[in-house]
């Protein structure tokens, strides 16, 4: 079982940056492939970026490459989302999820999942 904890979200203007930070559990966090998915109320969860387990692969939403980065510190058992260049579109509910298996744009190759933080980009 491993246990997802994400922080970092907030309020923020337009144009503006946050980092998410998603503490895992697992003793061998290294073995999961990890990904940030958004939620807005009334529409589907969908995904923003992943990164393997090594951290040498990474795969961005065409809606947040070039703004977004997403990283890991497999010592520190964590992993980040660095958003820059934030926009109101961007508000939603911000998921990490790890994967037993390769990272994936698709949440049902997720097997674990955090409470989710709340972002909100003011215009």
């Known amino acids: 079982q491993v246990q997802l904890v994400e922080s970092g979200g907030g309020l923020v203007q337009a144009g503006g940056s946050l980092r998410l930070s998603c503490a895992a559990s697992a003793r061998t966090f290294s073995s999961y492939a990890m990904g940030w998915f958004r939620q807005v109320p009334g529409k589907e969860r969908e995904f923003a970026a992943a990164i393997s387990r090594s951290g040498g692969g990474t795969g961005y939403a065409d809606s947040v490459k070039g703004r977004f980065t997403i990283s890991r510190d497999n010592a520190k058992n964590t992993v980040y989302l660095q958003m820059n260049n934030l926009k109101p579109e961007d508000t939603a509910v911000y998921y990490c999820?790890?994967?037993?298996?390769?990272?994936?744009?698709?949440?049902?190759?997720?097997?674990?999942w955090g409470q989710g933080t709340q972002v909100t980009v003011s215009s």
């Open positions: 999820a790890a994967s037993n298996h390769y990272y994936s744009v698709n949440d049902q190759s997720y097997d674990y």
